[in-house]
């Protein structure tokens, strides 16, 4: 299977805090993912976890590469940007990954992540949807040291809404 690419300074141990959450299942494909991950706008309607996304300099509805957008999510307002773009296509993973930052650069409550997406189909019309994030500042340090684990369980009800709106786009 696939892993995610990481750039310089946010690869996983070498950070505040990482989170990587994973799901495979059935009766889907990488192309029925891909639309609703691809489109921030539909976030929210199977993720209560992300609000208010739109994109910057005329882009979107769908993301490129290089594209400018914010969201909000667990309490912070990201601003972000796309650092890989690919659709999927037989044979090769899809992956899309964002730089998000929240805060003033250089201030005590900056946050910079770099959030990664996995769309693997596998053998048997099975497909893989893996998600990584690592997080770099002080948020950060208290993110990892939540014992509620939010940013494990929030990834995960992303994951499950993913894949239940992607089933229901499929059944319509």
């Known amino acids: 299977m696939s892993d995610i690419l990481w750039p310089a300074g946010y690869v996983p141990g070498f950070t505040e805090n990482f989170v990587s959450n994973e799901v495979i299942v059935t009766g889907l494909t990488a192309a029925d993912i891909w639309p609703l991950l691809d489109t921030p706008d ?17 882009k979107g509805p769908r993301f490129s590469a290089g594209a400018r957008f914010f969201f ?9 940007q796309v650092v890989e773009h690919v659709p999927p296509v037989p044979g090769q993973p899809a ?5 998000g930052w ?3 650069e250089g201030a005590a409550d900056r946050l910079d992540v770099h959030h990664a997406w996995l769309i693997e189909d596998l ?4 497909v893989r949807v ?6 770099k500042g002080q948020p950060a340090v208290a993110l990892a040291n939540d014992p509620a684990q939010p940013m494990i369980n929030g990834h995960q009800q992303w994951l499950i809404g993913l ?5 229901k786009a ?3």
Do not use: I
């Open 72 to 80: 909000k999510t667990f309490g912070f307002p990201v601003e972000a």
């Open 42 to 58: 539909l976030w929210p309607t199977y993720y209560a976890n992300s609000a208010e996304p739109r994109f910057y300099d005329g």
């Open 123 to 126: 053998s048997e019309e099975r």
């Open 95 to 99: 992956r899309v990954a964002w730089h």
């Open 102 to 104: 929240a805060g003033e």
């Open 163 to 167: 894949v239940a709106a992607a089933r």
């Open 130 to 135: 893996l998600t990584q994030e690592t997080q």
């Open 170 to 172: 499929k059944q319509s």
